[in-house]
């Protein structure tokens, strides 16, 4: 019919009459903003380029945490090595060994959390996940960094006088982490800064914005 694809045109402008905004004829969700379209947001959309494989890594974060911290320190727990390290009297006793490991396994508990909420935030596209995102990978390189001179020092001082090997601040496994975790951040923190994916993806506020309810127009 003439005038249809004008008309279609106008609707995409103005929105459906509903509050959608330009470009969306669909009303937002119930008590969710609709986000604000226009120059602003050109670019690329949705949860698609590199922001796959942010999800992916968010889906296995998880399971792999989890997987690391009963690998090691399950065996902490069932032979015996708490007590040696944590009872005084104990073989290579000291008094930081308990503060230190107890902080390990806080902050790998609470890392398992934190991936959790950030791969909600993620798919539900809110606003603060870039922002929670780049905090928690400068965190995790800066809490290897100091671990490991922590823990290299009470290991150190407890065997003093004893003949076992003095321990390295950076062991392979803790060097590997350490530099995974930098590269992780170096590659992913300047992408959540910079790409317009990121910007035009991540839009939905985190608290909904509140709707009037029936008895408000009534009143009304």
């Known amino acids: 019919m003439p005038g249809t694809a004008a008309g279609e045109d106008r609707r995409l402008e103005e929105g459906a009459g509903d509050g959608s905004p330009a470009g969306r004829p669909w009303p937002a969700p119930e008590g969710e903003a609709a986000p604000d379209a226009g120059p602003g947001r050109a670019g690329p959309e949705g949860l698609g380029g590199w922001l796959i494989l942010v999800g992916l890594g968010l889906i296995g974060s ?28 104990g073989l290579i006793y000291h008094s930081g060994w308990a503060p230190l490991l ?25 606003r603060i996940f870039p922002n929670l995102f780049i905090g928690l990978a400068l965190i995790r390189p800066v809490f290897i960094f100091l671990d490991a001179h922590l823990g290299a020092w009470v290991y150190n001082e407890a065997v003093a006088g004893l003949d076992l090997p003095v321990e390295p ?50 009143d009304a």
């Open 169 to 218: 601040v950076f062991d392979p496994d803790t060097a590997r982490s350490l530099a995974l975790g930098l590269i992780y951040a170096l590659v992913w923190v300047p992408y959540m800064i910079f790409s317009r994916r990121v910007k035009n993806a991540f839009i939905r506020p985190w608290r909904p914005a509140r709707t009037a309810g029936p008895a408000a127009v009534q």
């Open 62 to 89: 998880p399971v792999q945490l989890g997987f690391e911290l009963a690998k090691v320190y399950r065996p902490l727990m069932e032979e015996g090595v708490w007590a040696e390290l944590t009872v005084p009297g």
């Open 102 to 126: 107890g902080g390990e396994i806080a902050f790998n508990a609470s890392n398992i959390l934190a991936q959790l909420f950030l791969m909600y935030l993620f798919f539900t596209r809110r």
